[in-house]
């Protein structure tokens, strides 16, 4: 090809192509109601790790590791282990070149600024032409998206909301004596034309091969408000006020603001498109970016810090003896969700009963649906995000609760200037009541957002189907074999087929804070950021049927007819449990209940005590009954930023059988999947597992990484000047753009290890496994996620690499026992190392 | 009893200079100096207003220090104590009090954690001074704290651009509302022959009799008066700085802009009730400026879709009828206003976050497709959309403020684009050696011309300092212009009459250190860093604090900021200038407002905003 044709190839501009790929690399979180975690450079995902980081920081201008200074001192402090460190460099680049490139890790000064590819082209328009076209056009920009899409602040919506974005401002420039626009030009653009990406773009900046650097420039300069109008174009449904917007209605009216702009600064028709100012050309967005010493450094620093806490695990595991199952009869077995939060909770609850048996797996226990309370207008889905249920659960009430508390704070009556001047003559002065209540005696307000309040405990769910019972193509209730599939599937994905005990807790999580925007991070990540009560009460509802379990023990699950399924939902901040339809209860079983209800509550109050060795305002060393009064009150506190610390520190997947972990002190780090190999020798239920386990737990891991290495690019910086706009987003005062992200104090304690899997199977059983969907094995042959098998039978490890599993030989030999570990809780608010527990 | 007063201005100070002295690092000790200084003066309050209340609430008045004394010039900080004090007082109080307890766990690990803290005290002392003010001066120190103060805590998150920008546009707000006070200031000496006291003002005679023979000039301080009311508390036209000024920690926009800083301006209209009360004129004016915010507002809060901004509107909407209060005498109203609307603003900014999680609920279960709102009954189509768009863009208000008053001063110092270090080092030796010559020899020129010489040094100064706030290049002209802009200020006013040169060293003494002080700064910064240029935010107090701090107390002196002797020497300047020389008055002050602009911008350029050539985390330009 002559490079004639190819530079003719690269001047051809496609505007839906451009589009297209812009979205992919924008922010992609969704409207503050719907917040999932995931992978915050998820567009980088189809590279390898330490590739698609190096290659984001340069054209983005990320930072995507600890600086240099951090890791110095992490290895001075001793975390990042010597031995690590050198094996590492030994087996990247040999033997002899340990000494030098040491020298290099710890010694040799690197130039650690460099600046982004991203903004060049447009920064021109400051450098040629001397002005501001970013505080010319922003704030209008944000306002008008804002006060498009906004959900319900304003009390006077937007004229046109429902026609598109570009129709509604055609409508209403058309139709109007004012005008969003300073001069007539743009004006009759938008009102006469059909306003062409590309003609706006010839007048703007002229070369058709600068379009594409452009619209990046342009959007990347404001990639929160970019990022969001893209997320409810591809989800409409986010938005339970429905908008139609797109990316592309957002360009076309920025391009024409900007016109504008440049009109009003230099009047009309006087200025020349940007190409012709341009003295040199910018260098192309995604061309290669070059790999540095300093790159291989970081990269090196990155893995030694994290295989020097793999290394602790995993010697953790093979010298774990405190493993033995509970002989039978158990007392209790309990279902949580391998959520990090409930690591500790299992853990008590064993101490204090050494006769119940835990499992986890994702807290919708497997039963997908959407969820409609009583007096609901809209449906919430209760599963993970990317599944689409068919399936419609109805709560049933005679009362509507304590959802619909009124608070007239949040009264819009109060901005109007006659009800205004009643409310804050009346009002004020209670507001100040309210305010000195709260802060010296904080309790449950209506401001407050519980996770008791998703379900009502008393209410009917409609859990069976009842002849084409349909809503919104939604089938109501689930018909008994679509029970029994999913039962089952739950069951044996965790390995509980036989030795039932005679209660069986499913125990959904949910949390509770108030004055946090983020409300909905804290929820469940397999309820779509909801609490997961209603879930656990229908599990229990399907596995308590009679026809339900009938067809079971057809399938190899016999579960006696005395042993009950009792839903429950835990409350990760305030440490509280509420158990579902006890009323349903044997005699016997509500005798047993009632003892295992006091073992849950002792166990919650030392879990408070746990979790509040982090807390700056909680004395460790009280009695964990006081602490916990204490962590109750801390989480309806309109002054605490940090109600609980949720995903924070989390490092670790495991998934296997419980007597691989129960030994050991893993510190609230680690998700725990029930699973045993035994009866799974195919890797069946092993591949769902991971398929949803992968993106779930390695989107939380990776959002806390890049959260925790650039709060404030990638992260949404402070959360203490944060203002609510439109009810879907966060923005610092009035005229910023959106910030995605995780707030500073929700990742301040975490540190930035990838997540490693920790598999208990046999290792040619799990390469045949992740290799089934390539979606899933993207993330571990692109290394976004470190993986590891456990032989089970050996207990020898093998480390997933360049597609193949290595054996893994471990660096640490011995791993300190401790019999207590309060002493330990009430030592430091800093992350521990492993330790064994001894019995 | 009236000694007592003192107390309550002693307390918050020493609170604040004890809180600069503890180390960074010291979370719990901070927050407790705060939170007993603060608790201590609420208690101190209370327990004081209930004596007064058994006394029969006498209207207490204590003349303090005497701060300069000539003859015919008396500068005294003087302490006044009647009900709108107490009013102002318990609830100013009882929130910051509670907003110390709540910022303790809420700035936990925050950086600038003390910063805030002290930042929060020195506004509890300004806020003492303006409410326990016995006239017109005292007010003013107090004012120029409480200024300052919004400032830094505005700016507290320095390391981004758009709290900085906001910062100095908010500040550059409030420097109009300070010239209205000195110019009300400057003429109030020329009416009443001594700094009055409010006290003197509630002798309805001595004010009637007064104002009878000088109708015009009573008019003019009540204007004053009333545009820095109007600044301070975001009424027409200023109103647009106030959502943008909720930029800090959600408490500190709670009490500053929510509640008490934004009170302020009615507390000076009540203050200065007795005075205006017989200008019906200007009560006309105050009541329909206060109708007309109202009204405008109103329909801005309405289209907000931000909480802050909508909360921020409401506000202004409620201080407009607050105005309109005042205007009718409605005194206990106002003050019962005042209090009720001051509580609700600050607690709805401070569970503003949870409108995410409550609205959302409440649309989940309330939501209908088609709101019906007061407009679409009021107005149909065209009309409609006209108000709609005209309310998003706030009326223009925040352009309206750049294009008729910065952009025809950024236009005239553009036009001086071609004098260099050199040249102005040149024509200012020059042209001061020929003025100070003169000075001295007034008896050689002929008093014509001498006339005209106060106005055409006063303009040299003018342009000097326009030159300075449009400087891009190079900041240590731009300093070196705003110190000089004092001289030509001082030159211009010697020529007034025969006064001590005493009083001009007073007034060019403290310029002379604090713009050596400046200079060194900036000579050091441009050795370490080899930039000079303010055509970005350099942000460079990352990488000095201590250097940036210095030269913020630089800046102070140079503007003359209350603790410094500049403040006195231009008050005492400016009762030198005579009444009918409204030119040169308009003249100096314009320049003075100028000077300060030009000021915190060399500041804000320097040493706030992103610190772009670090390694560190640097949030984008638009967060």
């Keep these: 090809m002559s490079s004639k044709t190819l530079s003719k190839i690269r001047n051809t501009f496609d505007a839906q192509k451009v589009i297209h790929d812009l979205k992919h690399f924008l922010p992609a979180q969704n409207p503050l109601k719907d917040f999932v975690h995931h992978n915050t450079l998820h567009a980088f995902q189809d590279m390898k790790f330490f590739d698609g980081i190096r290659k984001a920081s340069a054209i983005f201008g990320y930072h995507v590791s600890l600086t240099l200074a951090e890791y110095r001192n992490l290895y001075a402090e001793g975390r990042i282990k010597k031995e690590v460190l050198d094996s590492i460099i030994s087996e990247k680049f040999g033997k002899y070149e340990v000494d030098a490139w040491k020298e290099k890790m710890l010694s040799e000064k690197y130039n650690e600024h460099s600046s982004p590819r991203i903004g060049t082209l447009r920064s021109n328009w400051k450098r040629a032409y001397q002005i501001d076209l970013d505080?010319?056009?922003?704030?209008?920009?944000?306002?008008?998206?804002?006060?498009?899409?906004?959900?319900?602040?304003?009390?006077?919506?937007?004229?046109?909301?429902?026609?598109?974005?570009?129709?509604?401002?055609?409508?209403?420039?058309?139709?109007?004596?004012?005008?969003?626009?300073?001069?007539?030009?743009?004006?009759?653009?938008?009102?006469?034309?059909?306003?062409?990406?590309?003609?706006?773009?010839?007048?703007?900046?002229?070369?058709?091969?600068?379009?594409?650097?452009?619209?990046?420039?342009?959007?990347?300069?404001?990639?929160?408000?970019?990022?969001?109008?893209?997320?409810?174009?591809?989800?409409?449904?986010?938005?339970?006020?429905?908008?139609?917007?797109?990316?592309?209605?957002?360009?076309?009216?920025?391009?024409?603001?900007?016109?504008?702009?440049?009109?009003?600064?230099?009047?009309?028709?006087?200025?020349?498109?940007?190409?012709?100012?341009?003295?040199?050309?910018?260098?192309?967005?995604?061309?290669?970016?070059?790999?540095?010493?300093?790159?291989?450094?970081?990269?090196?620093?990155?893995?030694?810090?994290?295989?020097?806490?793999?290394?602790?695990?995993?010697?953790?595991?093979?010298?774990?003896?405190?493993?033995?199952?509970?002989?039978?009869?158990?007392?209790?077995?309990?279902?949580?969700?391998?959520?990090?939060?409930?690591?500790?909770?299992?853990?008590?609850?064993?101490?204090?009963?050494?006769?119940?048996?835990?499992?986890?797996t994702p807290g919708f226990f497997g039963v997908e649906f959407f969820f409609q309370p009583e007096g609901g207008q809209f449906y919430t889905k209760v599963c993970p995000a990317p599944v689409t249920p068919k399936y419609l659960v109805k709560e049933k009430s005679e009362t509507k609760g304590s959802k619909l508390e009124k608070d007239l704070h949040f009264s819009k009556h109060s901005h109007s200037f006659y009800s205004g001047w009643l409310i804050s003559q009346t009002l004020g002065f209670w507001s100040a009541v309210k305010l000195f209540w709260n802060i010296f005696r904080p309790a449950m307000s209506p401001a407050t957002s519980s996770s008791f309040r998703h379900m009502d405990k008393q209410a009917d769910l409609t859990v069976k189907h009842h002849h084409h019972d349909e809503e919104k193509g939604l089938q109501v209730g689930f018909e008994i074999d679509e029970m029994v599939a999913r039962v089952e599937g739950t069951l044996k994905s965790i390995g509980l087929v036989t030795d039932f005990a005679p209660l069986v807790y499913v125990i959904g999580h949910g949390a509770s804070s108030v004055n946090n925007p983020h409300f909905v991070a804290y929820d469940c990540g397999a309820c779509c950021g909801r609490a997961g009560s209603a879930n656990a009460r229908v599990f229990c509802d399907m596995a308590n049927r009679a026809e339900v379990r009938e067809a079971l023990r057809e399938r190899g699950i016999d579960i006696p007819a005395a042993t009950q399924f009792v839903g429950a939902l835990h409350d990760t901040t305030r440490d509280e449990i509420v158990f579902f339809d006890e009323n349903k209860l044997s005699a016997t079983n509500l005798n047993n209940h009632q003892t295992n209800h006091k073992i849950f509550d002792t166990a919650l109050d030392y879990n408070a005590k746990e979790r509040s060795r982090r807390f700056e305002s909680i004395n460790t060393e009280l009695t964990p009954a006081m602490i916990h009064d204490k962590i109750k009150i801390r989480s309806v506190s309109l002054f605490e930023p940090r109600p609980e610390l949720n995903h924070a520190t989390n490092a670790l997947c495991i998934v296997g059988r419980r007597s691989l972990t129960k030994g050991l002190f893993l510190d609230r780090r680690s998700f725990l999947n029930s699973y045993d190999y035994q009866i799974d020798p195919e890797g069946k239920f092993l591949f769902n597992i991971l398929k949803a386990a992968a993106p779930v737990c390695g989107g939380i891991n990776l959002e806390y990484y890049f959260s925790r290495v650039d709060n404030q690019k990638l992260g949404a910086g402070t959360k203490l000047p944060h203002n609510v706009m439109g009810l879907i987003g966060v923005a610092n005062g009035i005229d910023g753009d959106l910030r995605p992200g995780l707030p500073s104090q929700m990742i301040e304690v975490h540190d930035p290890l990838r997540i490693l899997f920790i598999v208990e199977h046999f290792p040619e059983v799990v390469l045949d496994t992740i290799q089934r969907l390539y979606a899933t094995y993207e993330w571990f042959i692109n290394e976004w996620v470190n993986l590891v098998v456990v032989n089970p039978e050996t207990k020898d490890f093998f480390v997933f690499q360049a597609g193949e599993f290595i054996p893994y030989d471990l660096v640490a030999t011995t791993i300190e026992e401790v019999s207590d570990i309060t002493p330990l809780l009430e030592s430091t608010q800093e992350n521990f190392p492993v330790y064994l527990i001894s019995a | 009893m009236t000694q007592i007063l003192n107390y309550f201005l002693l307390l918050p100070i020493f609170g604040f200079l004890l809180s600069l002295l503890i180390p960074d690092k010291k979370e719990t000790l901070i927050s407790q100096v705060a939170f007993l200084t603060v608790g201590l003066h609420f208690i101190s309050a209370i327990v004081y207003v209930i004596a007064w209340f058994i006394k029969g609430c006498p209207t207490l008045n204590v003349k303090d220090i005497d701060v300069f004394r000539t003859t015919g010039y008396d500068f005294f900080v003087d302490l006044y104590f009647d009900k709108i004090t107490v009013v102002y007082l318990l609830v100013g109080a009882l929130l910051t009090f509670m907003v110390t307890i709540y910022s303790r766990y809420y700035l936990h690990r925050e950086q600038g954690y003390k910063r805030f803290y002290n930042t929060i005290l020195f506004f509890y002392v300004g806020y003492c001074v303006a409410i326990f003010s016995g006239n017109l001066e005292t007010l003013f120190i107090g004012w120029e704290v409480l200024g300052l103060s919004s400032f830094l805590l505005i700016a507290f998150y320095r390391e981004r651009y758009l709290p900085v920008k906001n910062a100095v546009k908010v500040f550059s707000i409030y420097r109009i509302g300070d010239v209205g006070l000195i110019l009300a200031m400057w003429m109030s000496h020329h009416l009443w022959h001594e700094n009055i006291t409010f006290l003197k003002l509630n002798n309805y005679e001595l004010v009637h009799e007064h104002l009878q023979s000088h109708t015009f000039i009573g008019a003019f301080i009540s204007l004053m008066i009333l545009i820095t009311a109007a600044a301070k508390s975001a009424q027409l036209p200023f109103s647009s700085w106030l959502p943008r000024a909720m930029e800090g920690p959600t408490p500190s926009s709670a009490i500053f802009y929510g509640s008490l800083s934004v009170h302020l301006g009615v507390f000076l209209l009540l203050r200065t009730y007795p005075f205006w009360e017989q200008q019906i004129s200007v009560r006309i004016l105050i009541a329909m400026l206060g109708l007309l915010t109202a009204v405008i507002t109103t329909g801005i809060a309405r289209v907000q879709s931000s909480v802050k901004s909508q909360i921020a509107y409401a506000s202004i909407s409620q201080i407009g009828l607050i105005f309109i209060e005042t205007a009718l005498g409605w005194e206990d109203l106002a003050l019962f206003h005042f209090a009720g609307n001051a509580f609700l603003r600050t607690y709805q900014l401070l569970v503003s976050p949870s409108v995410a999680s409550y609205l959302i609920r409440e649309q989940f279960y309330h939501f209908s497709p088609t709101q019906s709102s007061i407009e679409k009954s009021f107005f149909s189509g065209k009309l409609l959309n006209t108000f709609y768009i005209l309310c998003t863009k706030e009326w223009n208000l925040d352009a309206f403020m750049y294009r008729f008053l910065w952009n025809p001063l950024k236009w005239g110092g553009k036009k001086m684009n071609f004098l260099t270090l050199n040249s102005i080092f040149a024509f200012f030796a020059v042209v001061y050696g020929v003025g100070l010559f003169s000075v001295h020899h007034k008896e050689l020129i002929n008093p014509n011309i001498q006339a005209y010489l106060p106005v055409t040094f006063a303009t040299i100064g003018l342009v000097m300092v326009l030159k300075a706030f449009t400087e891009r290049k190079n900041a240590l002209l731009s300093w070196f212009l705003v110190v000089m802009n004092h001289f030509w200020i001082a030159l211009a006013v010697s020529f007034n009459e025969k006064f001590t040169f005493n009083q001009v060293y007073l007034y060019l003494s403290g310029v002379v250190v604090a713009g050596a002080l400046g200079y060194w700064c900036l000579r050091k910064l441009k050795n370490l860093e080899d930039i000079i240029d303010l055509n970005q935010f350099h942000g460079f107090s990352y990488k000095y604090p201590k250097l940036a701090f210095l030269f913020l107390l630089a800046c102070l002196g140079i503007s003359g900021f209350p603790i410094t002797p500049t403040f006195v020497g231009e008050d005492l300047i400016f009762t030198h200038i005579h009444e009918n020389q409204v030119i040169l008055a308009s003249f100096v002050s314009l320049s003075l407002i100028i000077d300060g602009l030009a000021i915190i911008r060399i500041y804000a350029r320097m040493f706030i905003g992103p610190h772009t050539k670090s390694h560190h985390e640097v949030a984008y330009r638009s967060s």
Aim: net charge negative.
């Design chain 1, 135 to 360: 505080s010319m056009v922003h704030p209008t920009l944000f306002r008008i998206i804002c006060g498009f899409l906004d959900q319900g602040i304003a009390i006077w919506e937007f004229p046109e909301k429902e026609k598109t974005f570009l129709d509604a401002l055609r409508a209403m420039e058309r139709n109007s004596f004012s005008s969003y626009f300073r001069k007539s030009r743009a004006k009759s653009l938008l009102l006469n034309t059909d306003c062409k990406i590309e003609d706006l773009l010839k007048v703007l900046v002229g070369d058709e091969g600068l379009y594409s650097q452009y619209l990046f420039d342009q959007q990347f300069a404001h990639q929160g408000w970019s990022g969001i109008v893209s997320a409810v174009e591809d989800n409409p449904e986010s938005l339970l006020d429905a908008r139609k917007i797109s990316l592309s209605d957002v360009i076309t009216f920025e391009l024409l603001l900007e016109i504008d702009a440049l009109d009003y600064q230099f009047g009309q028709h006087q200025w020349q498109p940007l190409s012709q100012n341009l003295k040199r050309k910018p260098v192309q967005l995604f061309a290669d970016v070059e790999a540095t010493e300093l790159n291989d450094v970081l990269a090196i620093w990155q893995l030694a810090f994290e295989w020097s806490y793999y290394d602790e695990v995993l010697a953790g595991i093979k010298l774990n003896k405190n493993s033995e199952i509970p002989q039978n009869p158990k007392t209790f077995q309990a279902l949580f969700c391998i959520d990090d939060r409930e690591c500790s909770f299992r853990r008590y609850l064993e101490q204090f009963d050494t006769s119940c048996e835990t499992f986890g």
